[in-house]
């Protein structure tokens, strides 16, 4: 049977509790242990997927297609185990199963009520798909004391009773803030909140608490005591230099192993000869790039969470450090200077995905600045719309291509998509549908063109499978005067209709893609065009 590590978090937010479990999900990964992590989500909101990225960070895409936290993302790099659909719930999604099944009367007239039915729901997420794991690692999603993780931490309490303490642990997340003024580390808060963990029925095993200051054992010794918890069970959590650096750092402070001595297991010393690979390639590079990202959500870098930890990850593969210039999009509509004066000092310029007509003539404009003045260029998703669009304006005869998403236009590039076919089946869509869930989701096979420059990147691949997330698609019907043009379609869907991969042959290195590379990107595993697309822009550094 699995065992089960429930992961809180208490003062405050953003201290990483994503972070943690991924790392000591790795560690347990590393000494032999097969994991798998979960997130709960305590909004209302039945998933992210229609959230704005200034309210929630980047939407992760699962190969089976679901919208989940960002956190999956950090799971995913860390420890290599693709996440699915079970791996990510909320309460919106919880209260419409619940709800649904009240309306067809599944309940048998009974009063429905959090207790017991929310709180059943919620375990039923958490025991289901467990099979041929050690481990189950479950993030609850926002701070304790909040009144939308209520239903979450009482199905934590009902499980620890019918799991068995030998088969659960809690690891509270808590914040130890050092007060200048005073020259002191404050325990205190740490102590309040375990505190009202506790008085919710939920004992914490171990606690891991970030400072900014080493923690003396005089404090260590203090919180284990106010917080019933050995002082080896009380674990510092230093701010690191790099992400990559937390599962070495949280090694060497003795996670992993109070977490086995927990559950009176005994294990090899982890594995870490890849995180000690990874760390030295970061804090060695042999050389720098600058990649200029040109988006329209820039004034948040969790917007674009996994795009940024790619691009870290061609860095690794090339061995140089990658220095990301996030570009407000806008700025080159106000401006035509802007744009020179902006992009001449990249040797890589980047166009991500994102929906809507804000910011759109910008990224056109900063694809015509790469094709022009011969700058590697990566387009993703939207970026490769707008690859498209620039391509049919200004090589294809077509100036006043646009798409459909920006409003009526008499040359549609790009469209709404309203069928495809998919795993299970053609699936259907109108343009006046939901939002939510509607878009063309997951992993989707692409058959590339033998003799293409993507080919070559995918080591000679001619059908590969990447994620996907989008509602609009460049139109096929244009293929013929594009390609005239220069912009070369060098991947298609398995059934010829809908448009994979463009690239500019007569260019250095002008890729567009309709997928998500960077979703399956990671640290010891770059993906092959993050990684071809770092060499092109240190090239280009040399060239300089």
């Given at each position: 049977m699995a065992r089960f590590i429930f992961i809180t978090g208490g003062v405050v937010s953003s201290l990483g509790k994503g972070l943690m479990a991924a790392s000591l999900a790795a560690?347990?990964?590393?000494?032999?242990?097969?994991?798998?992590?979960?997130?709960?989500?305590?909004?209302?909101?039945?998933?992210?997927?229609?959230?704005?990225?200034?309210?929630?960070?980047?939407?992760?895409?699962?190969?089976?297609?679901?919208?989940?936290?960002?956190?999956?993302?950090?799971?995913?790099?860390?420890?290599?185990?693709?996440?699915?659909?079970?791996?990510?719930?909320?309460?919106?999604?919880?209260?419409?199963?619940?709800?649904?099944?009240?309306?067809?009367?599944?309940?048998?007239?009974?009063?429905?009520?959090?207790i017991p039915h929310v709180t059943d729901a919620i375990k039923q997420f958490a025991l289901a798909d467990t099979e041929g794991h050690d481990f189950i690692l479950c993030e609850i999603g926002g701070t304790v004391g909040d009144i939308e993780s209520l239903p979450f931490i009482e199905a934590i309490r009902q499980l620890r009773n019918e799991l068995g303490r030998e088969n659960t642990a809690v690891?509270?997340?808590?914040?130890?803030?050092?007060?200048?003024?005073?020259?002191?580390?404050?325990?205190?808060?740490?102590?309040?909140?375990?505190?009202?963990?506790?008085?919710?029925?939920?004992?914490?095993?171990?606690?891991?608490?970030?400072?900014?200051?080493?923690?003396?054992?005089?404090?260590?010794?203090?919180?284990?005591?106010?917080?019933?918890v050995r002082p080896e069970a009380v674990i510092q959590a230093l701010d690191a230099p790099s992400i990559y650096a937390v599962p070495l750092q949280y090694h060497g402070e003795g996670l992993d192993g109070e977490v086995l001595r927990h559950f009176g297991l005994e294990a090899p010393a982890p594995d870490i000869a890849r995180w000690v690979d990874i760390l030295?390639?970061?804090?060695?590079?042999?050389?720098?790039?600058?990649?200029?990202?040109?988006?329209?959500?820039?004034?948040?870098?969790?917007?674009?969470?996994?795009?940024?930890?790619?691009?870290?990850?061609?860095?690794?593969?090339?061995?140089?450090?990658?220095?990301?210039?996030?570009?407000?999009?806008?700025?080159?509509?106000?401006?035509?200077?802007?744009?020179?004066?902006?992009?001449?000092?990249?040797?890589?310029?980047?166009?991500?995905?994102?929906f809507g007509e804000r910011g759109s003539e910008g990224k056109i404009a900063s694809v015509r600045f790469a094709r022009e003045r011969e700058v590697p260029f990566f387009g993703i998703c939207l970026g490769m719309q707008m690859a498209c669009i620039e391509g049919a304006r200004n090589t294809a005869g077509f100036p006043e291509a646009s798409s459909t998403e920006f409003g009526p236009t008499d040359n549609?590039?790009?469209?709404?998509?309203?069928?495809?076919?998919?795993?299970?089946?053609?699936?259907?869509?109108?343009?006046?549908?939901?939002?939510?869930?509607?878009?063309?989701?997951?992993?989707?096979?692409?058959?590339?063109?033998?003799n293409s420059h993507v080919s070559s990147i995918y080591d000679g691949a001619t059908r590969i499978v990447e994620r996907h997330r989008h509602r609009y698609e460049v139109n096929a019907c244009y293929r013929e005067p594009l390609e005239r043009g220069g912009l070369v379609f060098s991947g298609m869907s398995p059934d010829g209709l809908l448009p994979e991969i463009v690239e500019r042959p007569d260019h250095p290195w002008f890729v567009g893609v309709q997928f998500h590379p960077e979703l399956k990107s990671k640290p010891f595993d770059p993906h092959p065009l993050f990684a071809g697309f770092i060499a092109a822009a240190l090239n280009k550094s040399r060239l300089v």
């Open positions: 560690l347990l990964q590393a000494r032999g242990f097969k994991v798998r992590i979960r997130k709960f989500d305590p909004y209302l909101n039945v998933d992210p997927g229609t959230m704005s990225p200034y309210q929630h960070g980047e939407v992760y895409v699962t190969d089976d297609g679901a919208e989940t936290d960002l956190d999956l993302g950090h799971y995913e790099r860390f420890t290599g185990v693709s996440a699915r659909q079970s791996d990510n719930v909320t309460s919106g999604r919880i209260y419409q199963q619940i709800i649904a099944r009240e309306r067809r009367g599944d309940y048998l007239g009974a009063t429905v009520q959090v690891v509270h997340v808590t914040l130890v803030p050092y007060i200048t003024a005073a020259g002191e580390l404050k325990t205190k808060p740490t102590q309040h909140s375990v505190r009202e963990l506790t008085s919710l029925g939920v004992q914490p095993d171990l606690l891991l608490c970030r400072c900014e200051h080493p923690l003396p054992a005089t404090e260590r010794a203090k919180i284990a005591l106010f917080c019933n030295d390639r970061y804090n060695n590079p042999e050389g720098q790039v600058t990649i200029g990202v040109v988006g329209k959500y820039v004034g948040l870098p969790d917007a674009y969470k996994s795009l940024n930890e790619a691009l870290v990850h061609g860095g690794l593969a090339n061995r140089v450090k990658v220095a990301v210039r996030w570009i407000d999009a806008e700025v080159f509509e106000q401006d035509d200077a802007a744009i020179a004066a902006e992009l001449e000092p990249m040797h890589g310029i980047l166009v991500p995905g994102g549609p590039v790009v469209g709404i998509i309203t069928e495809w076919m998919s795993k299970e089946g053609l699936q259907q869509r109108s343009a006046e549908g939901d939002l939510g869930g509607t878009m063309r989701l997951g992993a989707y096979e692409a058959v590339l063109s033998g």
